[in-house]
C-alpha cells in the first residue's frame, strides 16, 4: 500500500540530482548556519501535491515556510524535503529527502532516500525496516563497542553546553564520533548497522519522524534524551540507540539534566 509513497520520495530525488547552480539561491533562514534553498521548496512542493493527490485524506506537515496543515487529520505526512541543506549547498552529496506518515498518534511509515547513493530505507509499523528492500537489523553493542552520530543543534544556541558535556562524557567511552549534517540519514545509519548510537539536543520533527521509525523496526529504541517518549510537534532531543547502549546513554543524559547549568539545554 505504501510503495506509492517510496515512488513519490523517489521522484522527488531527481530534483536533488538535477538540481543547478545551488549557491545562487542558498539564502539564511534562523541564522547563517541555517540554510535553504530553492530546491528544498521545489521538493517539498512536488511531494505536497504527489503525497496529497496519492492521498486526499491526510494532513501535511513539512519544514520549508513551516506547512502546518494538520488541524482534525487521523493521518498527516511529516516532511523534510531536504534533510543535509548545508551538506547540500556545499555539494557533499550526503542529503535525503525525510517523509514519514503519522497515524492515529503514531508513526506508521517512513521513508528516507539518499538521491546520491540511490538507498532507500523505509519502514512500516510492525513490518520490520529495510534498505532498498533488504531487510534492516541493528547492531546490540555495549557503548564501548560503540560508533556515535551526533547533531550539534548549533541553531539552539542555549544546548550548546549540554551538547558540549554530552560528548565530553561519551567520547570516553565509546569507539568513536561522526558527525554527518544529516539526521535522518545519522540514524538511518544506525538503522543500518554503520553507527550504533545518535544523540541530538534539539531538532525538529520532520528530521527525526521517518527514522525514527526505521531505527525501531530495526530493533532499535528511540525516545528524547531524558527517557521520555519523542514528540512529533515542535521540537524534541533525539536519542536513537540499540537496548544494549541506550540505557548507558539515557543515564549520562539524565546525569547531565540534573547539573545546575543545564536546565533546559536539551529539549
Ligand atoms: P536540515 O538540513 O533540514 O536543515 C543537523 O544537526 C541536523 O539539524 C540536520 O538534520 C538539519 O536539517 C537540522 N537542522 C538545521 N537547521 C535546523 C533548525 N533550525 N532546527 C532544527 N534542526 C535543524
Ligand atoms: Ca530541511
Known amino acids: 500500500m505504501y510503495e506509492i509513497i517510496e515512488a513519490i520520495v523517489r521522484r522527488a530525488g531527481g530534483i536533488i540530482l538535477g538540481a543547478k547552480h545551488i549557491d545562487e ?8 548556519c541555517d540554510l535553504v534553498t530553492k530546491y528544498d521548496g521545489m521538493v517539498q512542493e512536488y511531494l505536497r501535491e504527489a503525497l496529497l493527490t496519492a492521498f486526499p485524506e491526510a494532513g501535511f506537515y513539512g519544514e520549508e515556510e513551516e506547512v ?72 546490540d553493542v555495549p557503548l564501548s563497542e560503540s560508533i556515535a552520530m551526533f547533531g550539534s543543534a548549533i541553531y539552539y544556541r542555549d544546548t550548546i553546553p549540554a551538547t558540549a558535556r554530552l560528548m565530553q562524557e561519551t567520547l570516553p567511552l565509546i569507539l568513536d564520533f561522526r558527525r554527518s549534517g544529516s539526521a535522518a540519514l545519522d540514524i538511518c545509519y544506525v538503522a543500518a548497522g554503520r553507527a550504533d548510537v545518535f544523540f541530538e539536543a534539539c531538532i525538529r520533527p520532520w528530521d527525526y519522524a521517518a527514522a525514527s521509525l526505521i531505527a525501531q523496526e530495526a530493533g532499535g529504541v528511540v525516545s528524547a534524551l531524558d527517557g521520555t517518549p519523542l514528540r512529533y510537534i515542535d521540537r524534541c532531543s533525539v536519542a536513537v540507540g540499540s537496548p544494549s547502549n541506550y540505557p548507558e546513554l539515557i543515564r549520562i543524559a539524565q546525569r547531565i539534566l540534573q547539573e545546575p547549568d543545564m536546565k533546559g539545554r536539551i529539549k
Do not use: W
Open 68 to 139: 502546518h496543515d494538520i488541524a482534525g487529520k487521523s493521518a498527516y505526512f511529516i516532511v523534510d524535503p531536504i534533510d543535509g541543506t548545508m551538506n547540500f549547498v556545499r555539494h557533499a552529496k550526503h542529503s535525503c529527502i525525510s517523509v514519514g506518515l503519522m497515524k492515529d498518534g503514531r508513526m506508521e511509515y517512513g521513508a528516507v532516500y539518499q538521491p546520491y547513493t540511490d538507498e532507500m530505507f523505509t519502514a512500516q509499523r510492525g513490518r520490520g525496516a529495510f534498505l532498498n528492500g533488504s531487510r534492516l537489523k541493528m547492531r
Open 25 to 32: 539561491s542558498v539564502q539564511e533562514k534562523s541564522s547563517h
